[in-house]
């Protein structure tokens, strides 16, 4: 029905942002990692944009819109509530404990854990989600880039050289993620895996 809504951004919390769109205001449910690239108050502000239809009578009109940072996040958002036992705010739930890279990382490697770390959800639901988005990941737009980041190479020597001295390729992928958060990726491949080491 509505694939993004673009306007000024009146307000915001981690949990629903309002944007301005031509007088009218929309409030839009959101997950934090959302929240996190959401610019200042009174600055243009784009999201993508899923609406549910709610059966809840504390639901106004039933009617629920979601709002996401990036397409990556909506399309998985998508995915997660096709799953059997996942609902729109457990999905966003998922989304909000987990960055969208860590969820498909967990997905793809079958980490029930990293699931199960999210409050709500137990071993059946994490199973579940796994078992029946392993093979359908790939459908998420770029999916793979969020494995591959800004100098995909640097990244990928780093992630290599951290699976050769031991570590667990999940924790190695989230700790280089850490690293290039806080240093940029014009650091150095020496210095990338010294900051990541002591991080692991």
Known sequence: MLSYIQGILTEKNPTFAVIDCGGVGFLLSISVNTYTMLPELN????????????????????????????????????ELISVSGVGSNTARLILSSLTTSETISAICNGDVFTFRKVKGIGEKTAQRIIIDLKDKISKVPHSKEFFLPQNNTL????????????????????????????????I?????????LKLL
């Open 188 to 196: 150095s491949l020496e210095e990338m895996v010294k900051q990541a």
């Open 155 to 186: 990244r990928n020597e780093a992630l290599s050289a951290l699976i050769m001295l031991g570590f667990n390729r999940n924790s190695a992928e989230k700790v280089i993620e850490k690293v290039i958060k806080n240093e940029g990726v014009n």
């Open 43 to 78: 600055k243009n502000c784009k999201l993508y944009t899923h609406l549910t239809i709610k059966s809840e009578a504390t639901t106004p009109v039933g009617l629920v819109m979601y709002g996401f940072g990036t397409e990556e996040e909506r399309s998985l958002f998508l």
